[in-house]
Structures are given as C-alpha cells and as structure tokens.
C-alpha cells in the first residue's frame, strides 16, 4: 500500500532551522507532483510549496527566500529545507503526493514544527 513517512519536525528557536523529510512508497515517485502544506491551530490549512516531476516549484509568499523544496526520486524522498523560521511558522506540516492521469492524491501523517523561544 501507499506510504508516506514524515520526519524532521520539532522545536526550534526564532531564526533557526529545520529540514523536513517524506519518504514515499507503494508508488511511483518520479510521475508525481510532491509538495508540503502546513496547518496552523485555528487556521486553514495552505499549500507552502511544491516541486513538480520536472523540478519546477512554487511557494506560497510567506516563505520564499526561506524555504527550499528538492526532492530525490531515486530515493522517493522530498524534502523541506526551512531556513529564519519565524513563529508564525507554527504548524503541523504535511506531506503531499499527486498525479494526473491516472488521478491520485496521498498525504502524511503529519510532522509538528513550533517555532518559539
């Protein structure tokens, strides 16, 4: 079956860093759009970003300049650099995994990151 394990979240000061990991199995990594999501208490959950099979990507506003998305497809792994964390960083952050053709969509279980002094 479909696997996405997270790791990499945790507690870190103001300014700091973290790197996010979701390693995938059960599909086939390389023809999919991978991308982190992020849900703050009390809030929507929103796209942060994605990386696309050809290695385009797109950021939601707030984090450019600060996060960087890559992916490693012989490992089924992408990853979340997240560099001058700032509280308003505080969520949980989920994997995401989709295609078209044929339509599929997976997600992770989910990874906390609060970011306080």
């Known amino acids: 079956q479909v696997q996405l394990v997270e790791s990499g979240g945790g507690l870190v000061q103001p300014g700091g860093s973290l790197r996010l990991s979701c390693s995938a199995s059960g599909i086939a990594f390389n023809f999919y759009i991978t991308g982190w999501y992020r849900q703050a208490p009390g809030k929507q959950r929103e796209l942060v970003a994605t990386?696309?099979?050809?290695?385009?990507?797109n950021y939601v506003d707030s984090v450019k300049g600060r996060f960087t998305i890559s992916r490693d497809n012989a490992r089924s792994t992408v990853y979340l650099q997240m560099n001058s964390l700032k509280p308003e960083d505080t969520a949980v952050y989920y994997c995401n995994v989709r295609r078209v053709g044929p339509q599929r969509e997976y997600w992770g279980q989910g990874t906390q990151v609060t970011v306080s002094s």
């Open positions: 990386m696309s099979s050809s290695g385009s990507t």
